[in-house]
């Protein structure tokens, strides 16, 4: 077949392109005719490395590239991530807390637990009646035990990790365990071929480097199917006002310091800051907008509120990265046989740690779906576009339902963010329908939504959405099966308590032992 699709050219590396560089050597590793990989990435571009959050989708996928969770714990300062905490997003108050875990509730696909809670435990957080996690997570408890297989969880979890040390694992093991090839070198020029596509990159120290399919992993720079092809960026600023972050690296006061098992997401006077608990310090930053706030003052808004668990003293000796947000999207992510991988794709903001998912998402769907030649592959770009878009404006949805509830009224920030002119229109829409039952599968047609219809509910009544008390009861809300559900998650939490060590021990453990092969 002369136009089969056998070397494919990955531009820029980081954890995006080592995440497609690994899923795609292993995917296609025991094919009769071999598929040659190449990663190009220039020496001078440096991953941030502040700290980032996965979905549990990356224990799969860490699992099937090959690499031990008990290594990745051990070079990569790894905690166990088992959702996200907000603090202060509904009305600032100090007792204005809720979480979104990644545990789906108990007996959630046979009854409408929503209304269960509303009627019987409406005074009570509805992730802690719905689900073990909140408590443990509450706690500090990690996900698992010392005797729990790798890859395997009592609870469902992800994690915390340095996106630096991360790219640096999945690096030593695709070029030493899957084969691809890995080129540090710039790339100066593209070279077209006739009919448009892209034959070759032209690099400064190595030369012509050709390939059949070209996947963009460069970052904001877009280097393929932004700057050479044109493809328009679908600008999503009157949705997403958020534009800059600084982050910041924080140690722990104390070597055996708690380990946070969610990310916390604190709102703040013009954004909100995040911080991940690593096994070694914390990655702290602050979202902002810059149109409410300046530079300046962001800075000492988030040194103020990192001196709350270090102190002044530590919080001003500390340094800042900034990072500027241009939300949005291509307005198509596979253009001829190009396709663009992480942020080249496109980026909101870092709530709810969409990014790394997303990577996820297009490389299984690249993997299951690769064409076998020139003809197929722009059929299978057709349907990748598709499939993208929808999820770009699911997430989209996703993360301005954090915003949209919000009663707090003490900034232009929060006024602005939470009015109906910011609000997309199909969650204005969907707000509608729940008001008389709850999110369902029903308004999520993927079969692999980024979001399922449970991380809906738990960040719907995390900020204080209540049904509309005439709604008609439904024979399929089976209540009795959902109280009978509660009690039993109330029963499970106690267990899991007694049973489940504390994040930083299992942590410890893990570097001394290891952790037990499935």
């Known amino acids: 077949m002369s136009n089969s699709i056998k070397k494919i050219i990955i531009v820029g590396g980081g954890s995006a392109g080592w995440l497609a560089a690994g899923l795609l050597a292993a995917e296609f590793k025991h094919a009769e005719s071999s598929i040659e990989i190449t990663l190009i990435e220039s020496p001078d571009v440096n991953t941030i490395g502040v700290g980032e959050g996965t979905w549990p989708s990356m224990r799969a996928t860490l699992r099937k590239i090959g690499i031990s969770e008990t290594e990745l714990v051990r070079e990569c300062f790894v905690s166990f991530k088992q959702g996200s905490k907000f603090v202060g997003w509904r009305t600032g108050a100090s007792d204005d807390v809720y979480h979104h875990p990644f545990s789906i509730p108990h007996g959630y696909a046979e009854s409408n637990l929503a209304a269960a809670w509303q009627a019987k435990f409406a005074d009570h957080p509805f992730a802690e009646i719905v689900s073990s996690q909140f408590v443990v997570a509450e ?63 032209d690099t400064k120290a190595t030369g012509i480097i050709s390939g059949d399919l070209f996947i963009d992993c460069s970052g904001l720079s877009c280097l393929l199917l932004g700057q050479h092809f044109g493809v328009p960026f679908v600008d999503k600023k009157h949705l997403s006002l958020n534009d800059t972050a600084l982050a910041m690296q924080v140690p722990y006061p104390e070597k055996n310091s708690p380990i946070e098992s969610c990310t916390v997401a604190t709102a703040q006077s013009a954004g909100w800051t995040w911080d991940i608990g690593l096994s070694s310090r914390r990655g702290v930053g602050y979202v902002f907008s810059s149109g409410y706030i300046s530079e300046e003052q962001a800075e000492r808004e988030l040194r103020a509120h990192i001196a709350k668990s270090v102190g002044a003293a530590v919080a001003d000796s500390l340094s800042s990265k900034k990072l500027s947000i241009r939300a949005g999207h291509r307005q198509e992510f596979w253009h001829k046989n190009c396709v663009a991988v992480g942020m080249s794709a496109g980026f909101i903001e870092p709530l709810e740690a969409s990014a ?107 900020m204080g959405f209540k049904m509309d008390a005439s709604a008609l009861p439904r024979t399929s809300d089976n209540l009795p099966t959902a109280l009978a559900r509660i009690r039993e998650t109330a029963e499970k939490t106690r267990k899991f308590l007694a049973g489940l060590p504390s994040n930083r021990d299992l942590i410890d453990h893990v570097m001394l032992h290891g952790m037990p092969l499935i």
């Open 139 to 201: 706690h500090g408890c990690a996900p698992k035990q010392v005797a729990t297989p790798e890859y395997a969880g009592v609870l469902n979890y992800g994690y915390h990790l340095d996106a630096g040390k991360f790219a640096v694992i999945l690096q030593r093991h695709c070029t030493a365990n899957l084969g691809v090839k890995h080129i540090l070198d710039h790339v100066t020029k593209v070279v077209s071929a006739d009919n448009g596509d892209i034959a070759a990159v």
């Open 356 to 462: 790394l998912a997303l990577v996820e998402l297009s490389m299984n769907m690249i993997c299951e779906e690769f064409p076998v030649d020139r003809s197929a592959m722009s059929v299978v770009a057709k349907r990748f576009n598709e499939v993208f878009c929808y999820r770009w404006e699911r997430i989209i949805d996703f993360l301005k339902l954090h915003y949209a509830l919000t009663e707090r009224r003490d900034s232009d920030y929060w006024r602005d963010m939470s009015s109906p002119e910011a609000l997309p229109d199909r969650l204005r829409e969907l707000l509608v329908l729940w008001k008389s039952r709850p999110p369902h599968r029903n308004d999520f047609i993927q079969v692999e939504e980024i979001f399922p219809s449970a991380s809906y509910q738990y960040v719907l009544y995390g």
